[in-house]
């Protein structure tokens, strides 16, 4: 099959519902692959690392090749280049031969508020081990998304911060993780938030400034009118940059001579985030997991599955001459876990 020239313009919004993406990319891997090289997942080129000249695309081999010829030096003698490299390599898709459309149906799966394992192992013919594979990659991009969230707040903007119990493991039996604290801040008009676990792995959680406040300093920027309770850990805020403003929950949950003065916004998050992930059997030593694709889903609402690919092409940039493997994986969650 003759060569192909692949160039895109990376994506800027999509938006499809659930059965849309089935239908459409259902038993296509031609479609599929395209949908991922516009969303950065695949590479719309790659350069030959010997020849320093972009390489040619073949669709039936799924590969990308140099193709040029070389000349020896001082001869007149040519060889043709040989290199040649998976479209996978690299990328979020590294080291797997499952197709393109089968990896979009999962991932338009797992992306949805309740999913299950046996529907992916029927519908696409996939075994438990393949499931629950995927679904520690997918765990890696919400985990570094969970990470980089961007800060909020900036000049006058008022932002709620607090930290919330969340959840004990039961028992303590062979747990190495046990309480987990939620932290985080909302802004008050945009809604815009982060939201960090906190957890203590053998000793006493440490909720002190010294824990807190770098924290805040990357999650919420200078000028900001922070409102938070009468926590000793605070106390430094007014001498980082911000506007500090305490409300005495001992006394009130709303300040009775500046009604502005209160944290009802974060709560109702925090109140919001243990609605939707408390459930049965939850283990604490997975949290993150859960807690990161929780928040991405909830501060994604809008175009899901875009905003994860573009979040997967930032974890695995496709790279033709990058070492195979996925750094920093996480571990694998039982089968029976959401």
Known sequence: MASDEVEHDLCTGCDFDYLRIVKRFHSEPEEAAEFLRKHGVLPSQVTCPECQV????????????CGRYKRYAKTKKRILCSFNVSDYKGTFLDNTHLPAWKIILFINHWIQKF????????????????SVDW??????????????????????????????????????????????????????????????????????LDRSAAALIPMIRKFIQPGSIINSDGWAAYRPLADEGYTHRVINHSEAFVNPNDPTINTQTIKRLCRDVKEWSKRPGLQTEYFEQYFSRYLFLHANADQTLHHFLIAAATLYPPQSDRPRGRPGAVAALPLSQP
């Open 54 to 65: 972009p390489c040619k695309f073949r669709k039936d081999k799924h590969q990308w090749y």
């Open 135 to 204: 679904r520690r990659f997918c765990s890696e991009v919400t985990l570094l998304w969970l990470q980089n969230q961007p800060p909020i707040g900036g000049p006058g903007i008022v932002v709620e911060i607090d930290e919330t119990f969340f959840v004990r493991a039961k028992y303590n039996r062979k747990r190495s993780l046990r309480d987990v604290w939620l932290f985080g801040g909302i802004e008050r008009v945009d809604k815009k938030f982060f939201l960090v676990s906190l957890m203590q792995r053998d000793q006493v």
């Open 115 to 130: 999913w299950e394992h046996d529907i992916i192992v029927m519908c696409v013919k996939w075994s438990s081990k393949t």
